[in-house]
């Protein structure tokens, strides 16, 4: 029955078996299932790698089966811990072939094509920006995760949103919620939305982009260091797919001028809430940081926060008891 569990038929009567008579001996166990003593110490070893078993209180040395509803949570747990285990390394093996490929890209030189341009360097991303900038008639919609911007990011972006805005331009922006710590980035935005923009912020976000009139997209080569340039893609089942993307984003964020309320039932914050669900997935607190736009520390100083109200003395034992209270989504 619990095959599925990582318990084999075997394994699982030796649990039962105990379950039925806690303080029976391995001999007892013996005569009771009709098998070796070797097979009966397989299972036991077993059990304890699946913490199914543990130390007794009582007895020195004897081993007690735990409960099959916290034994079978624990089973549960750790299956899910394997598939979003599983589920990162896929994530990473997507983000190394994206490298790659963009490596393999640099080898070659810029070129154009009707519907792509590759662009190669700093001053190669903002003439184009410039460009689109003063062509497009309608609306611009921005993406720009990693948290706090660079005060150079911001400064080149200020001209450029200052005459679209001058226009009647829409402007969209979505940054991550950690900006609203950040006194350069939050000013910044405010400005944006004195002069008639939209701002909204969320705990993560996809990667950077920009979308001009929904016809013209420039996104970087590698998300993870856009220093290597960029492609603007006027392919119009990207660039819809891009759109896609934004605005199922921008429906989840929060107006800027709106305080993040927290969740009712939980108490929890957005942000606590995707990093609970970050951590779970086996993220270090590296890269638990990069997603949520904030520093290794910080994530660090809000997990031990989390852990304090949770009253876990481990980080595992917080991710059982924030599952046993329906925190992890």
Do not use: C, N
């Given at each position: 029955m619990?095959?599925?569990?990582?318990?084999?038929?075997?394994?699982?009567?030796?649990?039962?078996?105990?379950?039925?008579?806690p303080e029976g001996s391995v001999e007892d166990l013996c005569v009771q299932l009709g098998v070796p003593e070797s097979t009966v110490r397989d299972a036991l070893d077993k059990l304890a790698d699946l913490r199914l078993l543990r130390a007794s209180r009582d007895v020195l040395g004897e081993m007690r089966p735990v409960s099959p509803e916290l034994g079978l949570e624990l089973l549960l747990r750790r299956q899910e811990e394997e598939l979003l285990r599983r589920r990162q390394e896929l994530e990473l093996g997507k983000a190394a072939a994206a490298r790659a490929i963009a490596e393999y890209a640099g080898f070659r030189p810029a070129t154009r094509t009707a519907t792509s341009e590759r662009l190669v360097g700093l001053d190669a991303i903002q003439a184009r920006l410039e460009s689109l900038a003063r062509e497009m008639s309608d609306e611009c919609l921005s993406v720009m995760p990693g948290g706090a911007q660079?005060?150079?990011?911001?400064?080149?972006?200020?001209?450029?949103?200052?005459?679209?805005?001058?226009?009647?331009?829409?402007?969209?922006?979505?940054?991550?919620?950690?900006?609203?710590?950040?006194?350069?980035?939050?000013?910044?935005?405010?400005?944006?939305?004195?002069?008639?923009?939209m701002v909204r912020t969320c705990p993560t976000l996809p990667p950077r982009m920009l979308v001009f009139d929904r016809r013209v997209a420039v996104v970087p080569i590698d998300p993870a260091d856009t220093k290597r340039g960029a492609v603007c893609i006027s392919e119009a089942g990207v660039v819809a797919s891009l759109v896609?993307?934004?605005?199922?984003?921008?429906?989840?964020?929060?107006?800027?001028?709106?305080?993040?309320?927290?969740?009712?039932?939980?108490?929890?914050?957005?942000?606590?809430?995707?990093?609970?669900?970050?951590?779970?997935?086996?993220?270090?607190?590296?890269?638990?940081?990069?997603?949520?736009?904030?520093?290794?520390?910080?994530?660090?100083?809000?997990?031990?926060?989390?852990?304090?109200?949770?009253?876990?003395?481990s980080r595992f034992e917080a991710g059982l008891k924030a599952a046993q209270r329906g925190w992890l989504q």
């Open positions: 619990l095959d599925v569990l990582g318990l084999d038929r075997g394994v699982e009567a030796v649990y039962r078996a105990m379950l039925a008579h660079s005060q150079a990011s911001l400064d080149a972006s200020r001209p450029l949103d200052d005459v679209a805005l001058g226009r009647g331009i829409s402007l969209l922006t979505l940054y991550q919620d950690s900006v609203r710590r950040d006194p350069a980035t939050l000013a910044y935005a405010r400005w944006m939305t004195g002069r008639g923009g896609a993307l934004f605005e199922q984003t921008w429906h989840s964020a929060v107006p800027l001028g709106a305080d993040r309320s927290k969740d009712a039932r939980t108490g929890l914050s957005t942000s606590e809430q995707e990093l609970l669900t970050l951590l779970a997935s086996g993220l270090t607190d590296e890269v638990a940081g990069r997603r949520l736009g904030i520093s290794a520390r910080s994530v660090r100083r809000q997990m031990s926060g989390l852990m304090e109200r949770l009253d876990a003395s």
